[in-house]
């Protein structure tokens, strides 16, 4: 199983942190409890009043989430759900959104919580969307990674020696 070697479960405190959400809007079923899942681990952290936005696709994650990661929030996390067809069409979004989605965290130094599931059938969707008999919750799992840098982030601006330097950081968390 994809989830196995997780780290474990631990409470992540995102008081304060502003978050948006973007989720694409194909495949109700598997969105509607990704998108339940993310809001269920912002609401356990803490976090009042995320951003939630609503978009046709997966290709149009990564422009959304430039968006929302320009706006100053503190983290974005992007859900959507692709699932294998008859054509290339499935490699094309597929690329299009991890990439765009890895340009928009890199450029804008905003975690992007990477909850784009990429599935051979509509079942590893199921089985991957937090869903009553669902073996993992994507939409949980990519909210809290991205709550996670997002404290990672702001700790390190203050520990972040100025001018350059070496000096070691511990993982917490």
């Known amino acids: 199983m994809s989830g196995t070697g997780a780290p474990g479960a631990t409470r992540i405190d995102g008081s304060g942190l502003r978050v948006g959400v973007v989720a694409a809007s194909w495949h109700d079923q598997v969105m509607g409890g990704l998108l339940d899942g993310a809001l269920r681990a912002l609401s356990e952290a803490g976090v009042n009043d995320p951003v939630v936005v609503r978009v ?75 869903l009553p008999g669902s073996h993992e919750d994507r939409g949980y799992e990519s909210t809290q990674a991205a709550l996670r840098t997002a404290l990672t982030l702001r700790d390190l601006a203050g520990v972040l020696p100025p001018g350059g330097g070496h000096r070691v950081i511990p993982v917490t968390g």
Do not use: K, M, N, W
Request: proline share 5%; net charge negative.
């Open 56 to 130: 046709p696709g997966s290709f149009e994650l990564p422009v959304v989430a430039a968006r929302l990661a320009r706006s100053g929030l503190d983290a974005v996390v992007a859900l959507g759900t692709v699932v294998r067809g008859g054509t290339p069409h499935f490699d094309y979004v597929c690329q299009a959104a991890t990439a765009g989605l890895t340009e928009v965290s890199v450029q804008t130094g905003v975690p992007i919580g990477f909850g784009l599931l990429t599935c051979d059938t509509a079942e590893q969707a199921l089985d991957r969307a937090g």
